[in-house]
């Protein structure tokens, strides 16, 4: 009997080790700061919607450590995706190019109210989110300050249009890719001027989702176009676009990264 309950204390106690040990790895994981790991982890912010618990995915490329600091690329999503997911589809090209990818989990780019004074709440919540992981990061890992990107695809947009730009000491970039876009009826831009500056590139495609190319219900041009006809109006001195002739409705992450990568390129040789 006595044997018995030896073994049950000694099963107990190896049970308890193997628990604190998963314990201690969910929390490394999943909250508390962003730490310099090569590769893709994925953490919790506090603040937030709740969409997908807040989760948040960092991919830090094998370039980090060999450099005093690289470049950030902030991605947003499209509808019914989350920042888990996307932080997958961005590990190859952050090594290839050498930048540090954040793929927060955005509740807007799934469904963004259409009332302007319920949409202001919600952008309040996002802003909070997105606020709190940017100060993480910026305190935790060597980011290049000068090179921040943040880029939507698809619903993203609604992040990148609403949330992104409320942040004017961090983003030095946008990237709209197939994106929904929202300007013409309430924009989030407080001064409009600091943003008039600095490169923004919009891209879609002629057969895409028909909302963004004007066949659906939102508006007659399409919102790839609506997007670049409203900055050109606010006088933006750095808009791309492209329209590409085939793929449909797709992400095209590589693009955005070529174009980004093009932009440091650009700016590091001036300083040379």
């Known amino acids: 009997m006595k044997t018995l309950k030896?073994?049950?204390?000694?099963?107990?106690?190896?049970?308890?080790?193997?628990?604190?040990?998963?314990?201690?790895?969910?929390?490394?994981?999943?909250?508390?700061?962003?730490?310099?790991s090569r590769g893709e982890r994925i953490y919790r912010a506090r603040k937030g919607a709740g969409y997908n618990k807040n989760r948040f995915g960092v991919y830090i490329p094998g370039r980090y450590f060999e450099s005093d600091g690289l470049p950030l690329v902030v991605a947003a999503h499209g509808a019914n995706s989350d920042g888990v997911d996307e932080i997958r589809q961005w590990g190859d090209l952050a090594e290839k190019h050498g930048f540090i990818v954040i793929a927060p989990s955005y509740a807007c780019a799934t469904n963004i109210a259409s009332d302007n004074d319920e949409k202001r709440r919600q952008i309040a919540v996002e802003k909070e989110m997105l606020g709190e992981i940017l100060e993480n990061a910026f305190a935790n890992l060597r980011i290049d300050g000068r090179h921040v990107l943040h880029t939507g695809f698809s619903g993203g947009g609604a992040a990148t249009w609403y949330v992104a730009t409320c942040f004017p000491e961090y983003f030095t970039a946008f990237c709209l890719r197939s994106a929904n876009f929202y300007g013409r009826d309430f924009s989030p831009i407080e001064h409009l001027v600091t943003w008039r500056d600095i490169p923004v590139y919009i891209l879609w495609s002629r057969n895409d989702h028909e909302v963004i190319v004007g066949r659906g219900f939102n508006t007659a041009i399409g919102e790839g176009m609506e997007a670049l006809r409203f900055m050109e109006s606010k006088k933006f001195s750095r808009l791309e676009s492209k329209v590409f002739e085939s793929g449909g409705h797709a992400p095209r992450r590589e693009e955005a990264a070529i174009w980004f990568d093009k932009l440091n390129n650009a700016d590091n040789a001036k300083e040379e």
């Open 6 to 36: 030896k073994r049950t204390v000694a099963w107990t106690l190896s049970l308890s080790a193997v628990l604190c040990v998963v314990v201690g790895l969910y929390l490394i994981s999943f909250g508390g700061s962003i730490r310099p």
